[in-house]
């Protein structure tokens, strides 16, 4: 599950690279998907573990960091 955190927070930060001056397709990008990745941290009990809890709580925050800056 880290590789996969790993992966979308890099995809992410790929397409807010390429697209510089208008981020909000980046943030378009990661908000479902950090929301995504963090549902299913806390409800998939087969991924659940005491490390994945705390990934799921970092995409979580990064979710709500996202939005805020999609927002302002």
Known sequence: MFLVFVAYLALTILIFVKTFPD????L??????SFIYSIV?????RVRSKMTI???????????????????
């Open 23 to 26: 981020s909000k397709i980046a």
């Open 28 to 33: 378009l990008v990661g908000i479902p998907l």
């Open 41 to 45: 941290c806390f409800f998939n009990k």
């Open 54 to 72: 705390w990934w799921g709580i970092l995409s979580l925050l990064s979710c709500v960091w996202w939005i805020y800056l999609l927002i302002k």
